[in-house]
Nanobody, 123 residues
Framework: QVQLVESGGGLVQAGGSLRLSCVAS????????MAWFRQAPGKEREFVAA???????EYTDSVKGRFTISRDNAKNTAYLQMNRLNPEDAAQYYC?????????????????WGQGTQVTVST
């Protein structure tokens, strides 16, 4: 069993930056793939980025060049550095953990979810 707790969300002006953190408790964090998803009101939860234990990374196209996912296995923590935020990035952001080798962009691939952290971007 893995428990995930996100933090770092908040209100930021367009063009600003935020860094989200996801602390995992439980067993074998380093063996799991980690991901960030987001969900805006009235929309489906969508894939943002994922990283496996070897450091292989994928991003959704809309965040490439602006967001950076990383992990620190010694701290059982995953991060999402978000730069040049725009209003379309505003959403509840969720951390997820799951086995490697699955379809990362599918929400059904992920076994464990955090409660989410809100990101609001003002114009």
């Amino acid at each position: 069993q893995v428990q995930l707790v996100e933090s770092g969300g908040g209100l930021v002006q367009a063009g600003g930056s935020l860094r989200l953190s996801c602390v995992a408790s439980g067993r074998a964090f380093s063996s799991y793939a980690m991901a960030w998803f987001r969900q805006a009101p009235g929309k489906e939860r969508e894939f943002v980025a994922a990283i496996n234990w070897r450091g292989y990374i994928e991003y959704t196209d809309s965040v490439k060049g602006r967001f950076t996912i990383s992990r620190d296995n010694a701290k059982n923590t995953a991060y999402l550095q978000m730069n040049r935020l725009n209003p379309e990035d505003a959403a509840q952001y969720y951390c997820a953990a799951g086995p490697d080798g699955l379809l990362w962009r599918d929400v059904r691939s992920w076994n464990y979810w955090g409660q989410g952290t809100q990101v609001t971007v003002s114009t």
